[in-house]
């Protein structure tokens, strides 16, 4: 986790005043949905739609659109 961690870090550091949502999720983090909190990851997806679905929460997107 320190790993993930450091790189995070270091997406927000290389995107400065246009940050980016970063997401976590999957296998590596099954049963473990508050770890991104403490990795400082904008949020957690359990499966590639839950990601989706988050993924455009994130950047404002609707449903819809």
Known sequence: LRTMEQ????VRQA??????PV???GNAFSGQADVAK???A???A???????VRGR??????EGA
């Open 7 to 10: 790189l995070i870090r270091g």
């Open 15 to 20: 995107t400065g005043d246009k940050p980016v």
């Open 23 to 25: 997401l976590v999720g």
């Open 38 to 40: 403490q990795i400082d």
């Open 42 to 44: 904008d949020g957690f």
């Open 46 to 52: 359990p499966d590639i739609q839950g990601a989706v």
């Open 57 to 62: 929460e994130l950047v404002g997107l609707s």
